[in-house]
């Protein structure tokens, strides 16, 4: 596999905005139980490496949410990524956050995964 094996948050739009248009919530739970699941890791990464209570999903990620090591870089003694399709790319998961919100928050059945 040329790209190799952790998720790619760039081809989750392919199908998942579609999802949230035609009201397949139930098809979305597993995406957002993934990136809730890797919460407390990713939490703890941006206390230690930013200094702040906040959280940052990268690109590529593994199911547990650190980076792949050919991403971040092996021996990498740096906080950002190595790799220069990942080093800036900061941003991934401002798009997941309003799809998670509208797709369930309105919705009184399956508010239980919001």
């Known amino acids: ?5 952790p998720y790619w948050f760039q081809n989750t739009r392919l199908i998942y905005w579609p999802m949230l248009y035609s009201g397949d919530y139930d098809q ?6 993934m990136y809730r699941n890797m919460l407390p890791l990713l939490k703890e990464r941006a206390r230690r490496y930013f200094g702040h209570d906040g959280v940052h999903f990268s690109e590529t990620t593994q199911m547990w949410g650190l980076n792949r090591d050919t991403d971040f870089g092996k021996d990498n003694p740096d906080y950002y990524p190595t790799t220069g399709y990942m080093k800036y790319n900061w941003d991934c998961g401002l798009e997941l956050s309003p ?8 919705h009184p059945a399956p508010r239980r995964f919001a």
């Open 1 to 5: 596999m040329r790209w190799g094996g």
């Open 99 to 106: 799809q998670n919100g509208s797709a369930f928050c309105p």
């Open 28 to 33: 979305m739970v597993p995406l957002f139980t």
